[in-house]
């Protein structure tokens, strides 16, 4: 950055600079962008089996779109994600979220329409939920008593085909 008037100003005066100092910021600015890309290329590299585990760890749709959300915390709209940010590779939560206390639930399929007891608000409850109430929940924010469920789940705006294809992978986790 150059000083203007004992100001820093954001930017780079390149005419007043020699051929070599053109040339050296050229080259690190090419490989800033080299190292950018390759980032870029290295996470988007991975191969999931399938749609909804892309959703699950990525929070990018099946047509390679991130998918919309609203609420959660401030990270993961910034940054991006997917389920397993909080949720954990297993679904299973249990662990409190970056920068904050909420415990995220087990969403593990078997574990959200079986009889297993679950914390939600402090309290323990019996979840009982079918497809239909999952999906609700992952667009709605609301549990399957109807309760909104913390303000760190994020209201996810998918299509039908990706709140499926999310709903046949949590079936897949164990």
Known sequence: MLRVGGRIAPFINIGRMNTKGKRGL???????MILGLAGLVQSQGRRFKSPGEQIYYTGIASNGYDIFRYGGPMWIRMH??????????????????????????DIRYKALTGKEKHVHGGKEKEHHY?????????????????????????????????????????KTLE
């Open 26 to 32: 050229f080259t690190l600015l090419a490989l800033v």
């Open 130 to 170: 079918t497809p239909a109430l999952i999906k609700r929940a992952i667009t709605q924010g609301l549990a399957a008593d109807g309760e909104l469920l913390s303000w760190t789940m994020p209201r996810w705006q998918m299509s039908e085909a990706d709140l499926d294809a999310l709903i046949d992978y949590l």
């Open 80 to 105: 991006g994600g997917g389920c397993v940010a909080c949720h954990g590779t297993h679904g299973r939560g249990g662990v409190p979220v970056m920068m904050g206390m909420a415990i995220p639930t």
